[in-house]
């Protein structure tokens, strides 16, 4: 019989690899539909994620030790995928074990033909088990991505945003500003005996949560005392600064998790317009709203693409929230996968779009308001070349006295930009840029 967790997470790696699927989602959903145990789970998610973080060094020691040709299918490539993982780099698992389960999830696939093929390279790659399996240490990336990385912060910096920690399974919360952290904090320890709870280093309503589980099960949760948000994505939506009664447009709103961030510092006597490509995510927002307890009455949505220009949004605003799409190599740590889909042309093409989203946005800005542009991207492409080509004639760059009561950071000299920042050097878990302008008139 197959153990339970190599099944899960050959499905996931298939789907993940092989149908553009997200590692996370798909886990969730693989995860609750078997039932799986704490154990099984946490087998199966260290499978998924070793293996997205070092692929192109798993898919080479197949392709050396395969017999003829490498032309495998997905189903096939996915076991192959998570066998050699276990054998180079999970020294607990019998190599026995591991071989066995993976060509059984061929056989039952693919058949008997197929499955010795798989046989054959698995019990070579065995040979070549270290003594001492060892976790990866660092992400592996194209040579592109690291050159590209090196050009934009440096090499040290580089080093500590691929570097792999051992707890990579936190979760950050933002709690709403009528409820106790110290309390929330409590009920979580006391709901998850082997959590470990402690307050974020940045953001005044963060808490970082490891070793939880699923957060969702929580009565805190059910009450709607928090939102699950990473705390580089709370900064965003604080350094903005809302007040309450302001007018705030949310850009690239996405399912809403800075929305609701705004619509709370707004209140009741504030607005927040919360526009995006995609309508399927809008309309997620109000039941996110509904779970926090914060009222849908100020809050407004419409369906824009702003790389064509403002479309139904008229009227100007206190603030304007640029959170723009990009290449999202900031999160690689938490997900790899990312790694899948991106190619060398792809932070320049990302640029030219971030650009004409910046400046079609900077026009809904009202004379004395603030225009902030963040992206979850380390490169200079994503970032501050964005701004040096936007035309932004009535705007000046911000200091950080006028937008905001931290001071971060600084790896760029210009005076309107915070980051990129990455881990290694501060205690955020994603790499973020952040500029930031206020409309002069």
Not at 346 to 358: H, K, N, P, S, V
Request: glycine share 8%; with cysteine.
């Amino acid at each position: 019989m197959v153990a339970p967790a190599r099944r899960i997470a050959t499905r996931v790696l298939h789907r993940v690899v092989h149908d553009d699927a997200w590692a996370a989602p798909t886990l969730d959903a693989e995860l609750r539909r078997s039932q799986s145990s704490s154990l099984d789970a946490a087998l199966a998610t260290q499978i998924v994620y070793g293996v997205l973080r070092v692929l192109p060094a798993l898919d080479a020691a197949i392709k050396q030790h395969a017999t003829r040709p490498l032309r495998v299918d997905a189903w096939t490539h996915a076991a192959l995928l998570g066998g050699t993982f276990q054998l180079l780099h999970l020294g607990r698992v019998p190599s026995h074990a591991v071989v066995n389960d993976t060509v059984e999830l061929v056989r039952q696939k693919r058949g008997t033909r197929v499955a010795g093929f798989a046989n054959a390279i698995l019990r070579k790659i065995a040979t070549m088990r270290p003594v001492d399996p060892q976790l990866p240490s660092k992400l592996v990336v194209p040579p592109w991505l690291d050159r590209t990385l090196r050009d934009s912060i440096g090499a040290d910096h580089v080093e500590a945003l691929l570097r792999l920690e051992d707890d990579a399974t936190f979760l950050d919360l933002r709690l709403r500003a009528d409820v106790d952290p110290d309390e929330v904090a409590a009920e979580i320890r006391a709901a998850r005996p082997g959590a470990s709870v402690a307050r974020t280093a940045l953001c005044s309503r963060g808490l970082r949560v490891s070793g939880g589980g699923d957060l969702r099960e929580l009565k805190a949760y059910l009450r709607g005392d928090f939102a699950v948000q990473e705390e580089g994505a709370q900064l965003v939506g604080e350094l903005l600064g809302a007040l309450p009664g302001e007018r705030v447009l949310d850009v690239c709103a996405g399912r809403g998790g800075k929305t609701a961030q705004l619509v709370e510092a707004v209140g009741p006597s504030g607005s927040v317009v919360a526009t995006d490509l995609h309508e399927h995510k809008l309309l997620q927002i109000s039941d996110e709203l509904e779970r926090l307890r914060l009222s849908t009455s100020s809050l407004e949505r419409a369906c824009v693409d702003w790389t064509a220009g403002p479309g139904r949004v008229v009227g100007l605003f206190d603030r304007v929230l640029v959170d723009a799409p990009c290449t999202g190599l900031g999160t690689l740590r938490r997900r790899p996968e990312i790694l899948l889909r991106i190619g060398s042309q792809d932070a320049a093409q990302m640029g030219e779009t971030q650009r004409l989203i910046l400046e079609h946005a900077a026009a809904r800005v009202r004379p004395g308001g603030t225009l902030l542009y963040a992206v979850c991207s380390p490169l200079r492409e994503e970032g501050t070349r964005v701004a040096e080509r936007a035309d932004l004639p009535s705007f000046a760059p911000a200091t950080s006295r006028s937008f905001g009561p931290k001071l971060l950071p600084f790896w760029t000299s210009q005076p309107f930009a915070l980051g990129p920042w990455v881990p290694g050097s501060g205690p955020w878990a994603d790499a973020y840029q952040i500029l930031v302008w206020v409309h002069v008139g």
